[in-house]
């Protein structure tokens, strides 16, 4: 699951709350997940299965929206926890096109902006799991 959304174990632990140690643990097997943290990675790995790409049909249309400057596109890769390197291996575009539109010389396309959009939009939505305990 953390392969589909983008993570490490380390980007999960910050994410959840959780330690790294006991993520590796529950990957592993080596002992029981909880079913909190369990579900919420399921919700977020479905999340970007429906948004796999910005191809996607699950994309919304543009709409009104302006498309995301250097700013937004900033902070939707913070909400989602990826990198610049992350964010172009999934749009398929060069990570120099990407930098460039982050050095605030352009836009990124309505369609990649709607998608980027709405996979911030599902993290904010599926916050951190409540009541996930870490030391047992």
């Known amino acids: ?9 380390r980007q999960a632990a910050r994410r959840s709350g959780v330690s790294r140690d006991r ?3 529950w990957r592993d097997g080596a002992a029981p997940a909880d079913p909190a943290f369990v579900a919420w990675l399921t919700e977020l790995a479905r999340l970007h299965r429906r948004l796999s790409s ?12 302006p498309d995301l400057d250097a700013a937004g596109v900033t902070c939707a890769l913070i909400v989602i926890g990826w990198s610049e390197r992350q964010l172009a291996d999934r749009m398929g575009t060069h990570r ?9 010389q352009g836009l990124l ?7 980027l959009e709405a996979l911030a939009d599902g993290h904010r939505d599926l916050p951190r799991p409540a009541g996930v305990r870490a030391d047992i």
């Open 1 to 9: 699951m953390l392969r589909e959304i983008g993570w490490g174990v």
């Open 23 to 25: 993520i590796t643990r």
């Open 54 to 65: 910005p191809l996607a049909r699950a994309v919304p249309r543009a709409g009104n929206r």
């Open 96 to 104: 120099t096109t990407l930098r460039r539109i982050l050095e605030g």
């Open 109 to 115: 396309a309505s369609r990649e902006s709607r998608w």
